[in-house]
């Protein structure tokens, strides 16, 4: 009798170990399972992999990203892609991939930081975000793979956004601006014109407004997405200097210019001009009143183009009737209607204490280039590298933001980004709370200015 | 009965691997959080010993007060709602036909994963076409109430979900405990002239009373550490409005970056839950009753 | 087992009631009806949401019927992602972990409830101090620690940790039980000469047949739905759950909530069905317990 519970629990154990090795053995090495069906009959890659002998050490690269089999097909696709191609070339290198959806990936890669555990080769946003890594050493310094002509192929001020007191630490995949687009249907239905001036703009949402429909689709529980409207009014008011100076501590938040873009936020929304509820609902949420015709604008990042272009799950009589326009110019502001809020998006980070950081750094630059071929066209990705529009076949929206971005005098990078996250954080509540109308413009500005204040202090 | 139930060898074999298991994997980051909330640490570089810096602006922190008031605010909702839970399982654990069905079904949404339910009351609580709203406009109510974007509902719009949640668990918990009551000693009440509600009030609840107490700690001690509907509904929003002590805390370790206050707020929470199941078990020290 | 017992001295009593009771008991029938329907309402919304795609779940008040039922968002689930292998990984985790967490915890309720010895209050704050530390305060010392084991990407650092979290919550609810069980039967048994482990097994353990059931549908429950843990300890996707479906179809930018839909009610279900089985187990432990009264 004594003997049989201990038994119990060592039967326990031994089974429970048992059915441990059975998992492990059994643990693929290639990401999920979309990516095997398309490792396959790839092109074989070319010579700028760099393909060394086939004689080498044997190593295994780990590579954490944000792009599921299941929301992003075409992003997947691509990454196993090229991963294909670049083991085909390399033999003796495996890359394994773990992916993440973005707020868990996040979590993971602060937890992975804090133990020293990095992946050889992840992804990371730009300036705030990757700072505090940087001045912890845990990104590797990636200079030397943009010499020999791959700094040039990158639209220029995009590696700039990853450098740290003159080094860049990760190479940009993405790069977006955010347009203002509008359902071109219901323009016309009220005789509205595409409004060139902020007052031009204030009549169509008054018109709007005034026959019962939501003019500017929201969903601010996300708070970055309010965010972007404060930041096109404070450039279009103070210019593009005026933010980014007050950020970067040359100058002052509490810049009337910058006090004068929270007071006209706060009138926009006396004036009603979004859907009911935004601060409540996320932005998939206040996109859907865009999508399904009930509000007439959408200020959104040019990462929403396949919707409203290629994206055959939305309706081809909805697809067709989205324009854009670029935020209207305030008359006396100093901004000009060439400059946009936007900015490059994820990039890829070799970890410093990776024990294979050389063949890292090739396989990231070997990502980029092939990145940059084929996101655009496959994925509707605006690569951060540059894209010839006479060269490929894209949807007439896509060549038109394209040919924008060639004129761009100037890119915001969005707010939350440029801070730190401390900053960040209190920079979207404040947004929120804007909004909400829980603050006053010139309080709104105050916060800012302490935390900034606090950090610079740091 | 002495000797053998005080076997040493064998209070040890019975405690030990279980006190092993939990001494490792929730003392020590028990300990360690107590450590980080001591340290200025960004989470990613060198740490630096502060002292009890991160608690002193813990106390001037009037975002982490409000997040504390909200969740003591949960707390109590919490245990009140637990009378419900007990009526609605006296009257299933009676002499009512169906009531094996009824409680298997009451139980469904406590199956559910905090997504789903997120998503659920995301749906009802909808501004424009959702559940809540759509009723009342058809019952000729004018104007939108936003459940979740209004400052002044969006605690009270959230603690419903939150609550509910619950349902499940506790009427789970009180059914198991009313039916593990010996029916002869229903029967003795019964028989002696008591009516349902008598025997209720004067022979189950009696009976159940150390459950009862379990699920109170349980209720209370749950809800101060409460975190997931938050998240995913309001993220503490708009404006900290909805913010508890565990969304707090992880805005600051994760999102702002600042592990050894986020730490602190970790340890501090720990502690309010160790002073308020103190005087939960001081408030309703008692005989334990036992079935005979 | 215990209506059918009830039900014939019920009935002899309902005849014998004037008109008020029987009202009483029809507006009882009523509420409960109507909170029937509310509890089910969650499982029939969720078979609708996984049968739209985005415009739908935006666009229709939650209950109402999809225009045109997106099947294919289950075929979506079932194709893309591993969801064979995440269901697998579900089970076995979950299984092992409650049937750790519950076999552990009713020895320690055991310890601490039957047996004598000093140190029994200590022993029992320390467990329940347990359910006192938010998660996310733990997940960067135990990726450490489990790290230094060489345990993370590997199954044990889940189900320990899933066993170490629900111990606590365990034992508590198993202690209410165990407070109230007659002491009769022990010191009888303890007069027959019997150890310690018998008078466990074989009758301690059969009584609180109703209690283990509950703890075990808890346990079942949260382990099951669990992803925190799952997402930071494990990297390898071979080696996740199904909740890992669910970020599958959460983009950078959009999500697709239809197949979220899908795969959450393909979750549901099978723990649907043993918790039905289980729910009865209740019921049938009440039974075991009125024999020993």
Known sequence: MFKKKPLTVAMTVALASALALTGCGSSNNNGNAAGETNTGGNAPAEGNAGGNAATAEKVTLKMMHLWPAGSSKQQNMIVNDIIAQYQEANPNVTIKQEILENEQYKNKLKVLSASNDLPDVGMTWAAGFLTPYVKGQLFAPLDDTLEGGLKDSFVSGTTEAYAVDGKTYALPLELNITPVYYNKAIFSKYNLEVPQTYADFQKVVETLQSNGVAPIALGNKDRWTGSLWYMYLADRLGGPETLKNAINRSGSFEDPSLVKAAEDVQALVNGSAFNKGFNGLSNDEGKSEFMNGKAAMYLMGTWELPNFTTNESVPQEFRDSVGFFKFPTIEGGKGNIDSWVGGPGVGLFVAENSKVKEEAKKFVKFFVEKWGEQSVTKAGVIPATKVDTSKVQLPQMYIDILNELGKASNITLFADVQMSPAVAQTHLNMIQALFGKEVSPADFAKNHEEALKQEAGK | MDKVMSNKKMIALYVLPALALVLALIYVPIVLTGYYGLMKWDGIGAMEFVGLDNYSRLVQDSAFWQSAYHALLLALFSALSLIAYLAVALVLSGEIKGANLLRKIYLIPMLLSSVAIAQLWLKIYHPTNGVVNSLLASLGFEGTIEWLSDTRIVLIAIFIPIIWQYAGFYILIYYAALKNIPSSLVEAARIDGANPLQIALRVKLPLIASVSKVTVVLAIVGSLKYFDLIYVMTDGGPNGASEVMASYMYDQAFRSFDFGYGSAIGFFLLLICLVVTWLIRKLTAGEEIQYS | ?293
């Open chain 3, 1 to 293: 087992m215990a209506q059918t017992l009830a039900a014939p001295g019920s009935a002899a009593r309902a005849a014998g009631r004037p008109a008020g009771r029987v009202f009483g008991m029809a507006l009882l029938y009523a509420v409960l009806g109507a909170i029937a329907v509310l509890q089910v309402f969650p499982l029939i919304w969720l078979l609708f949401f996984s049968l739209k795609d985005n415009q739908e779940v935006f666009n229709m008040s939650p209950f109402a019927l999809p225009t045109d039922p997106k099947w294919e968002n289950y075929a979506k689930v079932w194709t893309e992602g591993n969801i064979s292998r995440y269901f697998f990984n579900s089970v076995w985790y979950t299984v092992a972990a409650v049937v750790l967490t519950v076999l552990l915890a009713s020895l320690v309720t055991f310890a601490l409830t039957r047996m004598n010895w000093k140190l029994k209050k200590p022993v029992l704050g320390l467990f329940m101090v347990g359910i006192m530390i938010p998660i996310h305060s733990t997940l960067i010392p135990l990726f450490q620690m489990f790290m230094k084991a060489n345990l993370t990407d590997h199954p044990l650092s889940i189900i320990l940790t899933y066993t170490a979290f629900n111990l606590p919550l365990t034992i508590m609810i198993l202690l209410g039980f165990y407070q109230t069980l007659p002491r009769e039967v022990e010191e009888a048994a303890v007069m027959d000469g019997c150890s310690v482990n018998r008078i466990f097994f074989q009758i301690i353990l059969p009584m609180t047949a109703s209690v283990i059931a509950t703890t075990v549908i808890i346990n079942m429950i949260y382990n099951w739905n669990e992803f925190v843990f799952v997402n930071t300890f494990i990297s390898s996707d071979g080696l996740k759950t199904l909740t890992v479906g669910i970020q599958n179809f959460i983009g950078q930018y959009t999500t697709d909530w239809g197949a979220i839909g899908a795969t959450l009610m393909i979750s549901i279900l099978p723990i649907l069905i043993v918790f039905f089985i289980l729910s009865n187990r209740i019921v049938e432990g009440m039974t075991a317990g009125s024999v020993k009264g």
